[in-house]
Each structure stands twice: as C-alpha cells, then as structure tokens.
T-cell receptor, first 114, second 110 residues
Framework: EAGVTQFPSHSVIEKGQTVTLRCDPI?????LYWYRRVMGKEIKFLLH????????ESGMPNNRFLAERTGGTYSTLKVQPAELEDSGVYFC????????????FGEGSRLTVL | DAKTTQPNSMESNEEEPVHLPCNHS???????IHWYRQLPSQGPEYVIH???SNVNNRMASLAIAEDRKSSTLILHRATLRDAAVYYC???????????FGPGTRLSVLP
C-alpha cells in the first residue's frame, strides 16, 4: 500500500513568487492534515480536511496560504506570494480514523524562499 | 491541548533498553497520550498511544502512571535505526491537530 506522497520534495523560489505543494493521502483516508516546521521552530499544525471540507484551519498563518482538497482526494497548499519566513518543511498527513487513529505522515516538501 | 515536558536529549547503547520520560501534569480525563518519532529527513512516524492502561506493540511499550501525569516510552532493545526525535503528544478523542513540542533527541551508540 502506498503511503502519503508529497510533491515536490524540494522547491526553491524567489520572494514574491508562488508555489503549490501537493499531497496525495493514503487511499480511503478521509482525514488530511497539513503541518509545517519553519527553521528552528517546532512542527505546527496548519489545517485539517475531512474529505473536501475544511474541518479546522486555525493554524493557517495568513491569507497568503490557500489549501484545497478537490473531490476529497489529493490536496494542494498554495503560498502566494511567498515570503522569506515561509521557508521550511511542509508535512502532509492522513488518517482513516479520527481521534485516536494513527496519523500517517509524508516525507515533507522542503520550501526555500530566497 | 495540555502541555508535555520531555528531556531535550538522551543517549543509549545499542541493544540496551531505553526509557523515554514525558511529564504531562495538566492532562485532562479525555486526553490520549501519543508518541511519534521523526527519523532524519523523514516525516513523523507513529509509535504508540494509550489512555490509562499500559500498552505494548511491535515497536515499543507505553507505561502510564496511575495518576496519568507522566508516561514512559520503552524501547526494549535500541537499534541504530531508533536514533530519532521522539515526541510525546496529548490529544483529546476528537482531533489529530497535534501540538508538537521540541521532543527528545535519542542517540544510539554502537
């Protein structure tokens, strides 16, 4: 069974440009999460989808970040325009069972904003 | 979510048991205790979780204090592959919007 896959693994962009990160959850997992770790900080929750609906987006830092989950399958996280402080690793995770179920993480997408 | 406190780092010798402590004195009655670990250049990986009773799985054991204000993750025989950052996380029964702390960086010496 394929795990959570994220693309790209690494993206280098200039400040002010746009980047779109993609996450393919494990098939059948209704719950999809985005987390990120910016340089020197701890991993932080960004948002949670249940199927195509945003269940909790309390961790989204500002309106430069837009997350979508078309048809309840894959998800994209767009940063527009990117700022230097957005550099970090963005993790996607999925789960089948809400609450105490195991959360499966992808390997992350590293974003470098120059 | 309630806060957890872990040592910044620990060291172990290969093939010896490792006990990773976690304090969570403000835990509420509905909080589950989750442990995840992150190997270098990978995303976090589930290790184990529990509520009140001790738990065992193929990776580790979780010992939960009777008052639930602390817990210990036990790796029975550390291997080099177990070198990682271990995170102790509390979460209620409803969400997986985990609050990660700095965790404990475990080094395993050959």
């Amino acid at each position: 069974e394929a795990g959570v896959t994220q693309f790209p693994s690494h993206s280098v962009i200039e400040k002010g440009q746009t980047v779109t990160l993609r996450c393919d959850p494990i098939s059948g997992h209704d719950n999809l999460y985005w987390y990120r770790r910016v340089m020197g900080k701890e991993i932080k929750f960004l948002l949670h989808f249940v199927k195509e609906s945003k269940q909790d987006e309390s961790g989204m830092p500002n309106n430069r970040f837009l997350a979508e989950r078309t048809g309840g399958t894959y998800s994209t996280l767009k940063v527009q325009p990117a700022e230097l402080e957005d550099s970090g690793v963005y993790f996607c995770a999925s789960s089948q069972v809400l609450g105490t179920g195991e959360l499966f993480f992808g390997e992350g997408s590293r974003l470098t904003v120059l | 979510d309630a806060k957890t406190t872990q040592p910044n780092s620990m060291e172990s010798n290969e093939e010896e048991p490792v006990h990773l402590p976690c304090n969570h004195s403000t835990i509420s009655g509905t909080d589950y205790i989750h442990w995840y670990r992150q190997l270098p250049s990978q995303g976090p990986e589930y290790v184990i979780h529990g509520l009140t009773s001790n738990v065992n799985n193929r990776m580790a054991s979780l010992a939960i204090a009777e008052d639930r204000k602390s817990s210990t993750l036990i790796l029975h025989r550390a291997t080099l592959r177990d070198a990682a950052v271990y995170y102790c996380i509390l979460s209620d029964n409803y969400g997986q919007n985990f609050v990660f702390g700095p965790g404990t960086r475990l080094s395993v010496l050959p």
